[in-house]
């Protein structure tokens, strides 16, 4: 059973959308956004339209993180 963590979202500039952020690193990442269920950058649960933003690649110690994540749809008209 793993530990749930306490993670606090990544907040995006003012003017900016989730899908033109940075990714963060995979590490700290809840599980829902590495389930793909959740938004890698600001954590809100997705429904329809999110963007994939491919695959972050981590590892720690043995264990490998590469996670593939998704963030949320771009706002209309951008
Ligand atoms: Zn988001």
Redesign the pocket.
């Known amino acids: 059973m793993q530990k749930p963590t306490l993670v606090v979202?990544l907040r995006?500039r003012s003017g900016a959308?989730?899908?033109q952020?940075p990714l963060p690193a995979p590490y700290g990442l809840t599980w829902a956004q590495q389930a793909g269920r959740?938004?890698?950058?600001?954590?809100?649960q997705?429904t329809t339209g999110a963007v994939s933003r491919g695959w972050i690649y981590g590892k720690h110690g043995a264990h490998r993180l590469d996670v593939e994540v998704w963030?949320?749809p771009k706002p209309e008209g951008s």
């Not at 959740?38 to 809100?44: D, I, S």
Request: with cysteine.
């Open positions: 979202p995006p959308v989730c899908a952020t959740a938004c890698v950058v600001c954590g809100q997705l963030c949320c």
